[in-house]
């Protein structure tokens, strides 16, 4: 009885050690928490058309740890929350003295102009930057960050577009960091960024 | 704004009421400039002991549109136009809240929907008939879906 007792204690505590192994090997792997992704797939170059009528660049845009959500102006719902969202972590990162940008992609260009994405985001955060672009330049910028885009049928002045919600935390030299959900807070969103940020620091 | 004055007079801004139809916070957000659509929002309370449906939202907007939002795993957003309405069991309270249920007011075509002024609807249920409400166009950084009220004045 005694040699199973102590078999199992030192069943259990290597398996204990292994729990603690893998977390440490997990935590290295996603110091800044658990919506942390492998790396390199996701982002990558796009050329999309600014808020002031430009032709720019991802490295015109990602000059600073970057908030990139993908949505359109004819949302009156679950995108102005998700952006708001976005502005509000800037906000509070800005209050603890980190610079972060937002940006907001539209995958609406029919609709969402220059003028129309500039107002959208001058709503929620003085410096988010708006963009849309030809169909081609979102569509290019859209398959980069893997996202899902789909107009639904209807009335060309009121018709509805499915979209994927993640909002994408990007570097200028390395890119991809993680994403967020869309019922992560403000809270958690400045949370993470901040700890990317002293990471790549 | 003599309508409006007569209304307010009549009913607290931001609550309607019909004889089994309690309406509470009734509200839309603010939109920008250029917005083409807005959303508004409520609390639906069915007095009664009679089953019952909002059919519709008449205002003055060229469509107005009740939806609701469908998530998938992939966090993908689908917006929903429910044109059979939204069903208020009798005795229970349905609400229409941020990343829910909404009204949508739709080809706003350059004129927003502007903070501290209101919008004048009428809900129309099955049983209960027309109900005119009046919604409360308020700030985003006021109410909105995470519960946080600090405002910032950048």
Redesign the interface.
């Known amino acids: 009885m005694k040699s199973v007792i102590f078999g199992t204690t030192t069943l259990a505590v290597a398996a204990g050690l292994g729990i603690y192994v893998w977390q440490a090997q997990n935590a290295t792997a996603h110091p800044c928490g658990d919506t942390a992704v492998a790396g390199g797939a996701i982002g990558g170059p796009f050329e999309l058309i600014s808020e002031t009528g430009e032709t720019v660049t991802d490295a015109d845009v990602i000059t600073k740890p970057t908030l990139i959500y993908f949505g359109y102006?004819?949302?009156?719902?679950?995108c102005?929350?998700d952006t708001?969202?976005n502005a509000?972590a800037a906000?509070m990162l800005e209050d603890q003295g980190l610079d972060i940008g937002t940006v907001f992609i539209s995958v609406d260009p029919p609709?969402d102009t220059v003028?129309?994405v500039r107002?959208?985001t001058?709503?929620?955060?003085?410096d988010m930057i708006g963009l849309t672009g030809t169909p081609e330049q979102v569509k290019a910028a859209s398959q980069a960050y893997k996202t899902?885009y789909r107009a639904?049928e209807g009335?060309p002045?009121?018709y509805?577009v499915?979209?994927?919600?993640?909002t994408y935390l990007v570097f200028p030299e390395t890119g991809f960091a993680t994403f967020f959900?869309?019922d992560n807070?403000?809270e958690q969103v400045a949370e993470t960024t901040a700890c990317f940020i002293d990471q790549l620091a | 704004m003599t309508k409006l004055a007569a209304l307010a007079f009549l009913t607290a801004i931001g609550t309607a009421a019909s004889a089994d139809m309690q309406i509470a916070d009734i509200r839309a957000?603010?939109?920008?400039?250029?917005?083409?659509?807005?959303?508004g929002f409520m609390q639906i309370t069915n007095t009664g002991t009679t089953d019952d449906r909002l059919v519709a939202v008449e205002a003055d907007f060229?469509?107005v549109e009740l939806?609701s939002?469908d998530?998938d795993s992939?966090?993908?957003?689908?917006?929903i136009?429910l044109e059979d309405g939204i069903a208020v069991p009798a005795g229970e309270t349905v609400t229409l809240e941020?990343?829910g249920l909404?009204v949508?007011?739709?080809?706003l075509r350059g004129s927003p929907l502007v903070a501290g002024e209101t919008v004048d609807a009428t809900l129309i249920f099955e049983e209960a008939g027309p109900v005119p409400v009046t919604f409360d166009i308020v700030k985003?950084?006021m109410q909105?879906?995470?519960g946080?009220s600090e405002g910032?004045n950048?």
Do not use: K
């Open positions: 102006t004819f949302c009156p719902d679950v102005p929350l708001m969202r509000q906000y609709r003028e129309v107002d959208f001058d709503n929620f955060h003085e899902y639904q009335d002045e009121f509805l499915d979209h994927s919600t993640q959900r869309r807070s403000p | 957000f603010e939109t920008a400039p250029t917005a083409m659509a807005g959303g060229p469509r939806h939002h998530f992939e966090g993908i957003a689908r917006m136009h941020p990343g909404h949508m007011f739709m080809g985003r950084d909105h879906g995470h946080h910032h950048h």
